[in-house]
């Protein structure tokens, strides 16, 4: 069974200018995450707006990732759903890719019990042989995951790692404290990362990491590996405007994260294409934000390699 360590973007989705999926220029950012130091990656997730396809894309979205990555890095997959059994069905499909492991958000829209979250998860586990990420994602589903829920997951063996993203990451040391290395700690928001590695997190699932997965990755391993956090903290200083386009909203409204990341490739030259309604693409105003951050940016890593529109 593999470890899951380090760097996991989860992957965007580019589609071509009439919103269709483009099926080439998703390869290409397989390749070119990979080539440019991610050490896994999570597909089909809220990042490749699974929300925005339709089932058969999304099954097709996790086969291209699967067939493009050959084996060379671990992958996730984004099997959440509303219900336990359309959750289960989704990892077993997953599975059957040969993905290594589930990233799954607790069930939304209808704000559930401690007691029904625990109960969801044990009846995934029991139904899936692959290792679960738990995903704490306190704005999207309505309910921050309780400590004392978490450490019985772990302790139960139902849970193998979290992606917590919540922004403030004391709860990763309060449960490094309580469950040493039983939890694989990762850190699933992109504005007080240094923080979390500090805390004890060893990975960082990153949505803005799609958009420069070298820098993102040195950062990650300049923390876990070497414990530098000064040569940390001067590369933190350089990509700290775009993570802030992408975790700070405009007018007490939601940042639009997603529009940013693909803004932000396609001014690395790496056309993604834009989100899928009801998401919108940036305003005029967002976007010369972004424009202005890319081009005060330095890229280094393997060359961009342009997606087909």
């Not at 760097?7 to 390749?31: K, S």
């Not at 625990?118 to 995903?135: C, D, G, L, N």
């Not at 899928?276 to 010369?288: F, K, Y």
Request: charged residues 20%.
């Amino acid at each position: 069974m593999k470890t899951f360590r380090g760097l996991y973007p989860p992957l965007i989705t580019p589609f071509h200018a009439n919103g269709d999926i483009n099926e080439q220029g998703l390869r290409d950012h397989v390749d070119w995450v990979i080539a440019n130091g991610a050490d896994g990656f999570c597909g089909g997730s809220s990042t490749g707006e699974f929300m925005n396809l339709t089932r058969g894309e999304w099954e097709r979205v996790l086969g291209i990732c699967a067939e493009q990555n050959r084996g060379r890095v671990p992958m996730l997959a984004g099997t959440a759903d509303l219900s336990t059994a359309g959750t289960i069905e989704k990892a077993k499909f997953a599975e059957s890719l040969g993905y290594d492991g589930h990233l799954i958000i607790p069930p939304w829209y209808q704000v559930h019990t401690m007691r029904e979250i625990e109960a969801h998860y044990q009846a995934v586990r029991s139904a899936t042989t692959k290792p679960i990420m738990i995903y704490n994602n306190p704005p999207v589903v309505g309910v921050r995951l309780a400590l004392d829920t978490l450490v019985r997951l772990t302790n139960d063996g139902v849970i193998q790692y979290i992606k917590d993203a919540d922004s403030d990451p004391y709860a990763i040391t309060r449960l490094r404290m309580m469950l040493g290395d039983k939890l694989g700690l990762f850190y699933g928001h992109d504005n007080n990362a240094l923080g979390a590695f500090a805390f004890g997190a060893t990975g960082w699932v990153s949505g803005s990491g799609n958009f420069d997965p070298a820098r993102w990755s040195k950062i990650v391993h300049l923390c876990i590996d070497d414990g530098n956090f000064v040569a940390a903290r001067a590369l933190w200083d350089e990509i700290m405007p775009f993570v802030d386009l992408v975790t700070v909203g405009r007018d007490g409204q939601r940042p639009d994260w997603i529009a940013v990341i693909k803004r932000g490739l396609d001014l690395r030259g790496r056309y993604v294409g834009s989100v899928r309604r009801p998401m919108l693409p940036l305003t005029d105003e967002v976007d010369a934000l972004v424009k202005k951050v890319v081009d005060q940016m330095k890229f280094a890593g393997a060359p961009a390699k342009d997606c087909a529109a």
